[in-house]
């Protein structure tokens, strides 16, 4: 099965510092850093998640405030176990919060009752996962527009031909998902994702199965997804090169916000990355108290605490 051509800005050059996706230029980070500051889209405040009790309890989250702003690329990283994940179910809904207060928009998921908040992810959120979770039985076409038939409506015919044109597989709508490249099928989870117009999109480790050239094209897609319509994405990864497609990269570690980028390089983040190996929370189930908010606007360059 054949893998389509790369996806990715004009003048991207390989880079070594990762072999799983290429780097955008210098260019498009001067291009993203020039436009106006953006409203909130989703915020955490003074989040901490704890699994188990007493003497077992894990610490996943210790007093996060994160602001994500709305039509940006934000990336969450950090070392094994640093709670990335986990701060993104927690942010999207997906998992409660021992402590704090969750918002999309101005709509409290911490305060909605289990059916209400089933309905706000469903009409307000859009998932891509790594594993692309695509239903093997139905065409792309059908995944695609598969989360607006479960909510009962229809779709936007021409929000829909636009999303399809912009993940270029127009002529594979009629394959089945094991007739697809493993690119070709994230790219659908994509425009799945997408098709509803949700505030949000999060998506957890999107080119982890991915070669290098497939998981350039789905980076392309989701940069031009908010570039060409102001889409909000929120993605978990362990790559730098994927890192820095995005307009900001918020680093955790020990369940803390330690710092963050604005407008990426590989070699940026890869060296953060490294400098969090040796970093160790204080002593105790939550360390500190409120943590301060973490909301840099764009424009801001280098990490900001």
Request: glycine residues 8%; charged residues 20%; negative net charge.
């Amino acid at each position: 099965m054949t893998t389509d051509a790369t996806t990715q800005p004009t003048g991207t050059q390989p880079t070594t510092t990762s072999p799983t996706t290429t780097a955008p230029t210098d260019t498009d980070h001067r291009a993203r850093a020039d436009r106006p500051a953006s409203s909130v889209a989703a915020r955490v405040d003074d989040v901490s998640k704890v699994y188990g009790r007493g003497e077992t309890a894990v610490v996943a989250l210790a007093h996060v405030s994160l602001d994500i702003l709305a039509g940006e690329f934000t990336a969450i990283m950090g070392p094994s176990g640093s709670g990335k994940s986990t701060l993104m179910h927690c942010a999207a809904g997906l998992d409660d919060v021992t402590r704090g207060r969750v918002f999309l928009g101005d709509i409290e998921l911490t305060a909605l009752s289990e059916k209400d908040l089933t309905r706000t992810r469903r009409d307000h959120v859009g998932f891509v996962f790594q594993s692309f979770n695509l239903i093997p039985t139905l065409t792309a076409q059908e995944n695609i527009l598969l989360p607006l038939a479960i909510a009962g409506r229809r779709p936007d015919q021409a929000w829909y031909d636009q999303v399809i044109d912009t993940i270029g597989l127009r002529d594979r709508l009629d394959h089945r998902p094991s007739e697809l490249s493993g690119g070709q099928q994230q790219r659908v989870a994509c425009a799945r994702a997408l098709v509803s117009r949700p505030e949000v999109i999060f998506a957890d480790e999107p080119t982890g199965n991915l070669d290098s050239t497939s998981g350039s094209e789905v980076l392309g897609f989701l940069r031009r997804s908010v570039d060409d319509f102001g889409q909000t994405i929120v993605m978990v990864t362990h790559d730098p090169n994927a890192a820095s497609w995005t307009d900001r990269v918020v680093f955790l570690a020990d369940g803390v916000v330690v710092g963050e980028l604005r407008n990426p390089t590989p070699d940026a983040v890869l060296a953060r990355m490294r400098s969090l190996d040796g970093h160790h929370p204080a002593p105790g189930a939550l360390p500190g108290g409120p943590a301060p908010r973490t909301t840099s606007r764009p424009g801001t360059t280098g990490e900001e605490a």
